[in-house]
């Protein structure tokens, strides 16, 4: 199977502060990588698919890049409604794997 | 609006069955792969299982194999997930979510794009 590892597994950021997750494959996995937003005790939320392409109705504010085995998701200036938890997951493979996620907390 | 509702969930011994549903609506269900993902308390997501739109193809995470299987209806609009011989370590919220892809280049790229809001199984004596 194919490991996925993000870092870091937390992070504390103010509002307003520029936010990098990174999320790194076990092998390539060409641009078939995803990013979701959890918030507690609900279920994930699309963010971006194919490393880079942003999901109808999310902000602007969240951007996906990298291929290969190195990911990066980034929020260019960080909202209250963005303190959640984030996951990566590939679908290069018929076996889906997540990472462990980033839960980004208030500081 | 489109829309997927689990159910089915609850407290079972070790060893024991459950029968989870999902019931989509708003969107055209026979169209898609669907997927079951859980999540195990203060834990993290897993993929479970996928199923291909006709039925015909089936994938599942190694932990599951041979105990877990993943069907649907599609006159009824349901995805179920059929689960045996279940142990301490499959208590988690289990959720269904709709496969979709994209193409981009003569390549396809699969995400979730749409999910349920999950149905809680406990395997606990």
């Known amino acids: 199977d194919i490991q996925m590892t993000q870092s870091p597994s937390s992070l504390s950021a103010s509002v307003g502060d520029r936010v990098t997750v990174t999320c790194r494959a076990s092998?390539?996995?060409?641009?078939?990588l995803n990013w979701y937003q959890q918030k507690p005790g609900k279920a994930p939320k699309l963010l971006i698919y194919g490393a880079s392409s942003l999901q109808s109705g999310v902000p602007a504010r969240f951007s996906g890049s990298g291929s290969g085995t190195d990911f990066t998701l980034t929020i260019s200036s960080l909202q209250p409604e963005d303190f959640a938890t984030y996951y990566c997951?590939?679908?290069?493979?018929?076996?889906?794997?997540f990472g462990q996620g980033t839960k980004v907390e208030i500081k | 609006e489109v829309q997927l509702v689990e159910s089915g969930g609850g407290l079972v011994q070790p060893g024991g069955s459950l029968r989870l549903s999902c019931a989509a609506s708003?969107?055209?269900?026979?169209?898609?792969?669907m997927s079951w993902v859980r999540q195990a308390p203060g834990k993290g997501l897993e993929w479970v299982a996928n199923?291909?739109?006709?039925?015909?193809?089936?994938y599942y995470v190694d932990s599951v194999k041979g105990r877990f299987t993943i069907s649907r209806d599609n006159a009824k609009n349901s995805l179920y997930l059929q689960m045996n011989s279940l142990r301490a370590e499959d208590t988690a919220v289990y959720y269904c979510?709709?496969?979709?892809?994209?193409?981009?280049?003569?390549?396809?790229?699969?995400?979730?794009?749409?999910w349920g809001k999950g149905t809680t199984v406990t395997v606990s004596s």
């Open positions: 997951q590939q679908s290069y493979s018929t076996s889906v794997t």
């Open positions: 092998q390539s996995i060409s641009s078939y």
């Open positions: 199923i291909k739109q006709d039925g015909s193809e089936k």
């Open positions: 979510a709709r496969r979709a892809s994209m193409t981009t280049w003569g390549y396809y790229y699969y995400y979730m794009d749409v």
């Open positions: 708003g969107f055209t269900f026979s169209r898609y792969w």
